[in-house]
């Protein structure tokens, strides 16, 4: 991993959380729409990729869900990465919206 500074912050114009660099880079992404009940049914993440390896993908999970939880709202993960991700960090599976589970 390398030492890329990596800021995540939402784009509401987008319906995206972004991974941004400090010059202003967008690295990769996470898509996604919003749920009657609230939710964020994440269906899409992209990273660059020029910074693939590089933790960005990571770095915009853990953001993304930090942000959401601040903010007491769920995830219903439709990404195959995020679904990775929050399978590989247990502690980001109370986020899971009523009724969502993440496949083995």
Request: net charge negative.
């Amino acid at each position: 991993m390398s030492d890329l500074s990596v800021n995540v912050r939402e784009s509401l114009e987008t319906n995206r959380f972004e991974a941004v660099l400090d010059d202003g880079t967008v690295a990769g992404f996470a898509q996604y729409r919003l749920g009657t009940d609230g939710s964020y049914r994440v269906v899409h993440t992209e990273v660059d990729d020029a910074y693939e390896g590089e933790g960005v993908g990571g770095t915009l999970a853990r953001g993304m869900l930090d942000a959401l939880r601040e903010r007491d709202r769920t995830v219903r993960p439709d990404c195959p990465f995020i679904a990775s991700w929050m399978q590989k960090h247990p502690e980001s599976l109370d986020l899971l919206a009523d009724g969502e589970e993440l496949s083995a």
